[in-house]
């Protein structure tokens, strides 16, 4: 699975779009760029995927450049229960990954400020 | 409600004895994952298991056990040759047949004295 980069911490003031940037220049055709996020204390939370196109669901956006080399998380109207620690991870779909494992790095801190 | 339980929340431990962590899902998943988290890290894969009566091992299974004796229950045990058991625990579980998410539980919080 490709390595990712990702800044290890971000602010952004309540109601304002939170952009969470992630580099995986190693990244290969047929992996994926997911996000999870982990509020303290908690067990992360799956946020979206995507594999080249750009997509959307009801908690966020996911932009991949057309290198698929880096993608932004776009949280559109940040609030304060966003404030957690936010993963990019880059594996194959799990009928190809031998168990579906998942690879942690350290995320990005993301605090939401009033 | 559908969803992953662990129990208990927090658990206290005299080292030397072997503690197990639970982990029930009614999700009606076949794959079921443990991780470890150390402070300020991510998560790292101690074992998994894709069907009943199977399971592997992940990156850092030594001084962990688990069996997967019924689809709901992945329980792990934390022997006494886990050199530094103390972290948070977590356990999730995965529908094979969707290339998507992960559903996580809410964590033990291991504490060995």
């Known amino acids: 699975d490709a390595k990712t980069t990702q800044p290890p911490s971000m602010d952004c003031a ?11 220049s ?11 996020r982990q509020i303290h204390s908690q067990g992360p939370q799956y946020i979206i995927h995507g594999l080249k196109n ?18 932004t998380l776009i949280l559109p109207h940040a609030t304060l229960r966003d404030t957690a620690v936010y993963y990019c991870i880059v594996r194959v779909a799990p009928r190809h990954n031998q168990g579906g494992k998942l690879i942690f790095g350290q995320g990005t801190e993301l605090s939401v400020k009033p | 409600d559908g969803g992953i339980t662990q129990s208990p929340k927090y658990l206290f431990r005299k080292e030397g004895q072997n503690v197990t962590l639970s982990c029930e899902q009614n999700l009606n998943h076949d794959a079921m994952y443990w991780y470890r988290q150390d402070p300020g890290q991510g998560l790292r894969l101690i074992y998994y298991s894709q069907i009943v009566n199977d399971f592997q091992k992940g990156d850092i299974a030594e001084g962990y056990s688990v069996s997967r004796e019924k689809k709901e229950s992945f329980p792990l ?25 992960q559903f996580f539980g809410p964590g033990t919080r291991l504490t060995v004295l």
């Open chain 1, 26 to 36: 190693t990244i290969s055709g047929n992996e994926y760029v997911y996000w999870y």
């Open chain 2, 77 to 101: 045990t934390v022997t006494s040759a886990q050199k530094n058991p103390t972290a948070f625990y977590l356990c999730a579980s995965r529908d094979r047949a969707r290339d998507n998410e």
């Open chain 1, 54 to 71: 750009n997509e959307t669901n009801e908690m966020a956006s996911l932009i991949i450049t057309e290198d698929r080399k880096s993608s």
């Open chain 1, 14 to 24: 309540e109601g304002r779009a939170a952009n969470l940037p992630c580099n995986h």
